[in-house]
């Protein structure tokens, strides 16, 4: 099955710990991009990535950081800098270009306890 | 600034039932217009794209329409069903390639 897995689904945190969220995707995507979710709000860009071993900050990457060592992955790992870290992580992934279809994975839902 | 409005922010209606949702944009210049479906606690699903010569596009009983004019598009709904309750997100891609996201309309649709 072609398609972009984020794992795990919900995840718990103590505060002032860091935690990783995976993002695989096997569409053979350059791009690939992580969104925050809270209630009541559009989608916020984190980072984003258009090719390997390179990515941008997004418009809220602080007490974030992500790394792109392989196509199909995309990681991020929320530290323990980011005050509010309670959320709904998306990542996504694209061909490059203008108006191609982002493919959404399911969704990490963060708890921080 | 580049924003994308939508409304109403929620919406409920009888099973059956037709109903339309907006998205009005600030995004300049424009490139094109994707509408999301998400239903609760999964990522969204591609529903229509539509470029600035388009007007309107079908996907089934999903029709949107975009007046690049008055910067406006919406989405209808024909006679609606259970699996139609889900948030209807709007986004506008600017000439740079970069992603505006609306904050979404939530559907509930009552049997």
């Known amino acids: 099955d072609g398609g972009i897995t984020q794992s795990p689904k919900y995840l718990f945190r103590k505060e002032g710990q860091n935690v990783t969220l995976s993002c695989e995707q096997n569409?053979?995507?350059?791009?690939m991009y992580w969104y925050r979710q809270d209630p009541g709000q559009g989608l916020r860009l984190i980072y984003y990535?258009?090719?390997?071993?390179?990515?941008q900050k997004g418009d809220i990457a602080e007490g974030y950081s992500v790394s792109r060592e392989k196509k199909e992955s995309f990681p991020l790992t929320v530290t323990s800098a980011q005050k509010n870290p309670t959320a709904f992580y998306l990542c996504?992934?694209?061909?490059?270009?203008?108006?191609?279809?982002?493919?959404f994975g399911q969704g990490t839902r963060l708890t921080v306890v | 600034k580049n924003q994308v409005e939508q409304s109403p922010q929620s919406l409920i209606i009888l099973e059956g039932k037709n109903c339309t949702l907006q998205?009005?944009?600030?995004?300049?210049?424009?490139?094109?217009l994707r509408w999301y479906k998400q239903d609760t606690g999964r990522g969204p699903v591609s529903l229509t794209i539509?470029?600035?010569s388009e007007n309107t596009k079908s996907n089934g009983r999903y029709t949107a329409t975009l007046d690049a004019d008055t910067k406006q598009s919406s989405l209808h709904i024909t006679a609606s069903q259970l699996s139609d309750s889900a948030s209807y997100i709007c986004?506008?891609?600017?000439?740079?390639?970069?992603?505006?996201w609306g904050a979404g309309t939530k559907l509930i649709i009552k049997p």
């Open positions: 996504a992934s694209s061909i490059q270009g203008s108006g191609t279809e982002a493919f």
């Open positions: 569409l053979n995507h350059d791009a």
């Open positions: 990535s258009q090719i390997v071993n390179d990515f």
């Open positions: 998205c009005n944009y600030t995004v300049s210049p424009f490139s094109n």
């Open positions: 539509m470029t600035f």
């Open positions: 986004v506008v891609y600017d000439s740079n390639y970069q992603l505006i």
